[in-house]
């Protein structure tokens, strides 16, 4: 089966760090881009990061930048994301998401999505 | 960063009924626009990319269009399981940015 699922979510006090894990399978994970999108409880969506294929290109949204760090372990088939320095703003339903780029570079975005980890952040 | 403004905030249509949803973009986003559904608890899933090109397996009920700045979701007869809330989405500038949504319920 096409998935991807995440894990790592919990508790953590202010000013704390957690790492998220997306674990993907039933499709080559090498060969997609991959994004972290947030969602605070009964809130919109909101893009955090995203990483290329090999790893090589990131972008973060500046909500995150210089505390959040994306990766990923294309052996593994698995997506990363540290969190450092969590604010109370940082609680939300954290997604991993795949786009889908074709030779030509045409992008379908978000076509794969995991079902959400729960990051709750307060002491 | 591209702000993307969702129309109306709340929509409240019939069974059978037609819904035309509005995304409007600040700067143009050509043809890289998105629109999402989302049930409660679940993640969101794809309905429509590049504008108008419905996703695997998404019905025909479901159709978008519009390019650079305005945008439109319209749903031809709305069905039970179409009760969601909908989201657009660019993906032409980084960083990514979503509408606020719009919830399409029972009238």
């Known amino acids: 089966e096409v998935q991807l699922v995440e894990s790592g979510g919990g508790l953590v006090q202010p000013g704390g760090s957690l790492r998220l894990s997306c674990a993907a399978s039933?499709?080559?994970?090498?060969?997609?881009?991959l994004h972290w999108v947030r969602q605070a409880p009964g809130k919109g969506l909101v893009w955090i990061s995203r990483?290329?294929?090999?790893?090589?290109?990131?972008n973060y949204a500046d909500s995150v930048k210089g505390r959040f760090t994306i990766s990923r372990d294309n052996a593994k088939n698995t997506l990363f994301l540290q969190m450092n320095s969590l604010r109370a703003e940082d609680t939300a339903f954290y997604f991993c998401?795949?786009?889908?780029?074709?030779?030509?570079?045409?992008?379908?975005?978000?076509?794969?999505w995991g079902q959400g980890a729960l990051v709750t952040v307060a002491s | 960063e591209t702000v993307m403004t969702q129309s109306p905030a709340t929509l409240s249509v019939s069974p059978g009924e037609r819904a035309a949803l509005s995304c409007r973009a600040s700067?143009?986003?050509?043809?890289?626009l998105a629109w999402f559904q989302q049930k409660p608890g679940q993640a969101p899933r794809l309905l429509i990319f590049?504008?108008?090109t419905r996703a695997t397996g998404i019905p025909a009920r479901f159709s978008g269009s519009g390019s650079r700045t305005e945008f439109t979701l319209t749903i031809s007869s709305l069905q039970s399981e179409d009760f969601a809330v909908y989201y657009c989405?660019?993906?032409?500038?980084?960083?990514?940015?979503f509408g606020q949504g719009t919830k399409v319920e029972i009238k």
């Open positions: 998401a795949r786009d889908t780029v074709d030779n030509g570079g045409n992008i379908t975005p978000f076509d794969l």
């Open positions: 039933g499709f080559t994970f090498s060969g997609y881009w």
């Open positions: 990483i290329n294929s090999d790893g090589s290109t990131i």
């Open positions: 700067q143009s986003v050509s043809s890289n």
């Open positions: 590049g504008a108008s």
């Open positions: 989405q660019q993906y032409n500038n980084w960083p990514r940015t």
